[in-house]
Antibody, heavy 118, light 111 residues
């Protein structure tokens, strides 16, 4: 069974940093594209970042230059380093795995809350 | 990259069919067959219901179906049931500076 478990969320002041982690199990982690998606309180889903390969990485305009996605295949883990955080970055952050032969978000973690507030 | 456009809400009675639209552009919905749909119940993680425009993952009811015409994709739920009451989001691969783009979301209410 595919399992994705996020951690590292919490309360941080504007301008601060936070590193999210996503522990994966139940599949060959190194074989899949991985993603981060977020959802502000009471709002819709917003794609944040995708890691296809170590050099084929994409970011939403709203986080480019401030967030960095990375992975450690030896630890079956995905990361999101978030710097210079803003109030509008507040929300639940989901780790999601692509489909095996298709471009879609096939499996999701339970999400982790990030709150940016003074 | 602007969000794909969905109606804010759609409602129907049990047993009826409803359709949710998802309007994009030739750079996303219209240009690729990588449209997917997600169901999200309150406080829960999203769940994929349709991928590649019209494919259903294993375990998803065949009451859910997807289609696309031009720059607009659609999700149809037939035989509406109380458990279908949730938020639904479309999503597409995009050739813009992003990779994925989500729709604005539709709240489905079962009357």
């Amino acid at each position: 069974e595919v399992q994705l478990v996020e951690s590292g969320g919490g309360l941080v002041k504007p301008g601060g940093s936070l590193r999210l982690s996503c522990a994966a199990s139940g599949f060959t982690f190194s074989s899949y594209n991985m993603n981060w998606v977020r959802q502000a309180p009471g709002k819709g889903l917003e794609w944040v970042s995708s890691m296809i390969t170590s050099t084929y990485i994409h970011y939403a305009d709203s986080v480019r230059g401030r967030f960095t996605i990375s992975r450690d295949n030896s630890k079956n883990s995905l990361y999101l380093q978030m710097n210079n955080l803003r109030a509008e970055d507040t929300g639940v952050y989901y780790c999601a795995r692509d489909g095996s032969s298709s471009t879609h978000l096939a499996s999701w973690g339970q999400g982790i809350l990030v709150t940016v507030s003074s | 990259q602007s969000a794909l456009t969905q109606p804010a809400s759609v409602s129907g009675s049990p047993g009826q069919s409803i359709t949710i639209s998802c309007a994009g552009t030739s750079s996303d919905v219209g240009g690729y067959n990588y449209v997917s749909w997600y169901q999200q119940h309150p406080g829960k993680a999203p769940k994929v219901m349709i991928y590649d425009v019209s494919n259903r993952p294993a375990g998803v009811s065949n009451r859910f179906s997807g289609s696309k015409s031009g720059n607009t994709a659609s999700l149809t739920i037939s035989g509406l049931q109380a458990e279908d009451e949730a938020d639904y989001y479309c999503c597409s691969y995009t050739s813009s500076s992003s990779f994925y783009v989500f729709g604005t979301g539709t709240k489905v209410t079962v009357l």
